[in-house]
T-cell receptor, first 111, second 116 residues
Framework: DAKTTQPPSMDCAEGRAANLPCNHS???????VYWYRQIHSQGPQYIIH???NNETNEMASLIITEDRKSSTLILPHATLRDTAVYYC????????????FGTGTRLTVIP | KAGVTQTPRYLIKTRGQQVTLSCSPI?????VSWYQQTPGQGLQFLFE???????NKGNFPGRFSGRQFSNSRSEMNVSTLELGDSALYLC???????????????FGSGTRLTVV
């Protein structure tokens, strides 16, 4: 149901860029890629979303391949507070607001 | 501005009882969605409310219900509690109108329900 595939876990050294991949090979033309993260015992936090162009905000950058079948979330300078489970979700921007979270990637930032 | 507020933060109930959880969305947000998170099943969508109407429902039994008030606050109710209902229940609100898109949800911190 999630329509995305992510590695279960990744490590990243503090201060380095964290690159989190996501495969969404069955994405349709009007579906967006959304990224959320969940820090332990908190609700998920919206990070960024995009359709086909690369996007950047104060938290992260989102790189979407030209065929839109995969994407990468980039945290440019990972800190210990970025340790969390990161979820990649594809969905229509309009319509029902049900999100399929999948299992996500557990990112551990190492000092 | 205030975030999404969920009450209570923690709750312990006995099998067979019922429970009501509350969610106050961000001011101006009209869409409220509920999710259940368990270690085994992860985050699962329960239902969404918009302008006091349920717009969408996940695959949960009828024991799970909800409602939304005119001020957009929402409650969810679980009747005849089972041990498997022990979970973190999350509420999320978004600034959305029918036909318009949402940039993203804002989630509350959740209510952790333990059924004994």
């Amino acid at each position: 149901d999630a329509k995305t595939t992510q590695p279960p876990s990744m490590d990243c050294a503090e201060g380095r860029a964290a690159n989190l991949p996501c495969n969404h090979s069955t994405i349709s033309g009007n579906e967006y890629v959304y990224w959320y993260r969940q820090i332990h015992s908190q609700g998920p936090q919206y990070i960024i979303h995009g359709l086909k162009n690369n996007e950047t905000n104060e938290m992260a950058s989102l790189i979407i391949t030209e065929d839109r079948k995969s994407s990468t979330l980039i945290l440019p300078h990972a800190t210990l507070r970025d340790t969390a489970v990161y979820y990649c979700i594809v969905r229509l921007k309009t319509g029902a607001n049900n999100l399929f979270f999948g299992t996500g990637t557990r990112l551990t930032v190492i000092p | 501005k205030a975030g999404v507020t969920q009450t209570p933060r923690y709750l312990i109930k006995t099998r067979g009882q019922q429970v009501t959880l509350s969610c106050s969305p961000i001011s101006g947000h009209r869409s409220v969605s509920w999710y259940q998170q368990t270690p085994g099943q992860g985050l699962q969508f329960l239902f969404e409310y918009f302008s006091e109407t349920q717009r969408n429902k996940g695959n949960f039994p009828g024991r799970f219900s909800g409602r939304q008030f005119s001020n957009s606050r929402s409650e969810m109710n679980v009747s005849t509690l089972e041990l498997g209902d022990s979970a973190l229940y999350l509420c999320a609100s978004s600034l959305i109108s029918l036909g318009q898109g949402a940039d993203g949800y804002t989630f509350g911190s959740g209510t952790r329900l333990t059924v004994v």
